[in-house]
């Protein structure tokens, strides 16, 4: 998900914020994801708001679809930090008081 949502952003930027079309082919190249993939991946990001998918239609004829990437719609999700601290108490999105160094066991 994190590459596609990158590969949107690179071609927004390299598309000059023009839609996106033949997105299944262009975002394939662009990030060698599966064409498989793709469209599963488009449908969550349109879930979470950060695209539109636009059917073009001329004169009631099907013409393509579209992409088109509105970041400033991305709905804020709230989401919850669970996180135990060395000492047991925890953590809810603000800095900890307890113990959080290295063990002797971590790769720091």
């Known amino acids: 998900m994190l590459l596609l949502y990158a590969t949107i952003t690179e071609m927004d930027s390299d598309f000059n914020s023009r839609d996106i079309k033949k997105y299944t082919k262009s975002i394939s190249t662009y990030s060698g994801l599966s064409k498989e993939f793709i469209p599963q991946g488009l449908k969550k990001l349109k879930e979470l708001g950060i695209i539109e998918i636009i059917a073009d239609k001329e004169n009631g004829k099907f ?12 709905q804020e999700i709230e989401t919850k930090n669970t996180q135990k601290t060395v000492d047991g108490k925890t953590v809810n999105g603000e800095s900890a008081s307890g113990n959080l160094e290295p063990s002797e066991d971590s790769i720091w």
């Open 63 to 74: 013409k393509g679809k579209r992409i088109v990437f509105t970041p400033e719609k991305i």
